[in-house]
């Protein structure tokens, strides 16, 4: 009982909260609590003395908008921005029952009566666009991914293949997702025209440059990683002779997936520190578009409100790899990640 | 369980007993003649094997021994058709070799298990992969578990190869080779990454199961003990470039041989004795030269 708590603690990469499960169930204490000191003591202590630090620093520095916010200031406009996206919800709530109660009446007058559904369009909050970066980097990095692994491991198993492409790779690769935006942008709204469009353009153009950015660690890795397949493990499969689809699937892949997601996990992490450039220079809505348009604002609170969608976006980018390193924890064979 | 396996005994016996006959008209039952093979280097061309030829009897057990870098794996890599010979080639019951299959099932050195599956799904894979047509579940799952208790392996299958020991990995290993069914097990030292004790263990256990199912063998090993104590024949390999068959010494001791008792008997050392001369007079290490 004990040992499976723990390995589903460390499964999902909290292995901080190990020793809590110990000391509760009465293993050495010194031990326990030493851990515990280490495990988080040491960073909650670390974590205060930054926000000393921060404090004092911030109150040195006057800028054309007032003094550099603290983490006070920061904090009060983070509750704020959520005050606002609940406000905001309040008031679709009522446009949607306004409207609903609208129609019913037509409705009673008239069963024929035509009636209108509108969108409530209202302001854009903070809590929104986290949304909209969310499923744009999601996207990208899906769409990422099933290029390159695939791409990968035709790479990975043939090595001419991958000699031809690999200077392509080696010039694209570091390439700065504002270099591609342009481009990107030009060509989405020469080849995306629809009348009636799924998607905003500015949704496809965030996420194809993420995409684009994010392709190649999970393609360089993978290929890596079926190129240096042991050797043994590839004659097993020829043994027993499993055909090509069985030797990819059952042996290369498989042998491959801890390096293939240390790939992924680099890709998400480069996705979303791209998309948010893109979204500051292309003013695609999401985080990006937050920052800029409190930093054009110029008000006050913009200062701090920027600081908090900072924090917030590295909070996020913690987040997602910590996503994909539980994923890796399930779904690859190498436990110690 | 045991009925099923059985009547897999049965089909396999009754197999045998036919092999059994064709090899009398044929006393090579495995043949590899003039094999040489030449690897394309950066350097150029480098000629590992030149002009071996050996015949192996149905039911031999076989073992090859040489200096390290001599060319034994590469002559197991031929006749598992893993690597292809430049010259000659390699005949097994009447049909040339020409790529790998489980009739020449391999246990590899670093036992080569897949480690995201259990020692149980490791024999699985190859089961399901050559007995698809052949078996149903029930005989899959019987056929696996009576092979890994062969190698006293049934009481940990469902653990994942990181979870036992280096000699149980072997012995999964050597499971999922017998498993097979092969008409000539092939094993790449296949003790040699264990330690003096675990290997004793599993000497014992291969001479076990070759009192049983009575395959067809070749082992290679750098280990003069255990060449002379499981084979039937020793096969010494000069040293390479181009190396070849030095010698072949038939080892003529009685089975069920006792490690113990042979430890003492005056012909188990002379055989041995043989077999170090030919490593240490006639081929230099390679490092001597
Ligand atoms: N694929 C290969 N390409 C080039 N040279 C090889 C290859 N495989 C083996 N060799 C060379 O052939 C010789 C014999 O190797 P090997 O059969 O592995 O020796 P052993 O198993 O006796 O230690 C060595 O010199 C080795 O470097
Ligand atoms: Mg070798």
Redesign the interface.
């Known amino acids: 009982m004990k040992n499976r708590i723990i390995n589903y603690l460390e499964m999902a990469g909290v292995s901080w909260l190990v020793p809590v499960v110990r000391l509760c169930s009465g293993e050495n204490p010194r031990e326990q609590f030493s851990d515990l000191f280490s495990g988080i003591g040491l960073p909650v202590i670390a974590l205060v003395a930054f926000l000393f630090v921060w404090a004092g620093a911030a109150s040195q520095v006057k800028t054309s908008l007032g003094d550099l916010p603290g983490p006070v200031a920061v904090w009060a406009q983070g509750e704020n921005l959520w005050q606002e996206y609940k406000t905001e919800r309040a008031k679709e709530q009522a446009f949607y029952e306004r409207q609903e109660e609208r129609n019913q009446k037509k409705l009673e007058k008239d069963p024929n009566a035509e009636i209108k559904v509108r969108e409530y369009t209202g302001r854009v909050t903070f809590i929104d666009q986290i949304w909209t970066s969310l499923i744009t980097v999601f996207t990208g990095f899906v769409i990422a991914s099933l290029i390159a692994i695939p791409i990968g491991v035709v790479c990975g198993l043939s090595r001419n293949l991958y000699g031809a492409i690999s200077p392509l790779i080696q010039i694209f690769k570091p390439v700065s997702p504002l270099a591609w935006l342009p481009i990107v942008t030009m060509v989405v709204s020469a080849v995306y025209v629809t009348d009636n469009p799924m998607f905003e353009k500015s949704f496809i153009n965030s996420a194809i440059t993420v995409t684009l950015c994010s392709l190649w660690p999970t393609l360089i890795n993978t290929a890596m990683a079926v190129s240096s397949i042991?050797k043994?493990?590839i004659?097993?499969g020829?043994?027993?002779?499993?055909n090509w689809t069985?030797q990819i699937f059952?042996?290369a892949i498989?042998?491959s997936?801890p390096v293939i997601f240390t790939g992924l996990r680099i890709s998400l992490g480069i996705g979303w520190m791209v998309l948010i450039a893109a979204e500051m220079l292309a003013q695609n809505p999401g985080l990006g578009k937050f920052v800029w348009d409190e930093f054009q604002n110029g008000s006050s609170d913009s200062l701090a409100r920027i600081m908090f969608a900072v924090l917030a976006i590295g909070l996020i980018g913690f987040l997602l790899d910590w996503i994909m390193v539980a994923f890796q924890r399930v779904l690859?064979?190498?436990k110690n990640v | 369980m045991s009925k099923v396996f059985m009547f897999k005994r049965n089909e396999f016996e009754v197999a045998e007993t036919m092999i059994q006959s064709e090899a009398k008209n044929n006393p090579a039952f495995l043949e590899l003649s003039d094999v040489s093979i030449e690897f394309q280097t950066k350097k150029g061309p480098f000629k590992a094997l030149d002009n071996v030829n050996l015949k192996i009897g149905n039911g031999e057990f076989i073992s090859i021994i040489g200096h390290s870098g001599c060319g034994k794996s590469t002559v197991l890599n031929i006749v598992?058709?893993?690597h292809k010979a430049t010259t000659g080639g390699v005949i097994l019951n009447n049909k040339e070799v020409d790529?790998?299959?489980?009739d020449?099932?391999?246990v590899?050195?670093?036992h080569?298990l897949?480690?995201?599956l259990t020692c149980y799904q490791n024999v699985e894979?190859?089961v399901k992969?050559?007995f698809k047509k052949r078996m149903n579940k029930a005989e899959m799952k019987s056929w696996i578990e009576h092979n890994l208790s062969l190698v006293h392996m049934d009481h940990a299958m469902h653990k994942?190869p990181a979870e036992v020991s280096g000699g149980m990995k072997q012995r999964v290993g050597i499971a999922r080779a017998l498993a097979?069914q092969p008409t000539v097990l092939l094993m790449d030292e296949p003790f040699g990454a264990l330690d003096a004790l675990t290997r004793a263990h599993l000497q014992d256990s291969v001479m076990e199961i070759q009192a049983e199912l009575k395959n067809t063998v070749i082992m290679i090993t750098h280990d003069v003990d255990e060449a002379v104590l499981l084979s039937d024949k020793i096969v010494m390999m000069t040293n390479g470039p181009a190396a070849t068959i030095g010698e072949i010494l038939a080892i003529d001791l009685e089975r069920p041989r006792d490690r113990i008792r042979l430890a003492n008997d005056k012909r188990y050392n002379e055989y041995r004795t043989e077999v170090l001369k030919f490593l240490y007079e006639r081929q230099h290490r390679p490092s001597e030269h």
């Open positions: 042991d043994d493990l004659n097993v020829r043994v027993i002779r499993l069985a059952k042996i498989p042998a997936l690859s064979h190498d | 598992a058709g893993l790529e790998p299959g489980p020449r099932a391999v590899f050195q670093n080569s897949l480690p995201w894979l190859a992969a050559i994942y097979m």
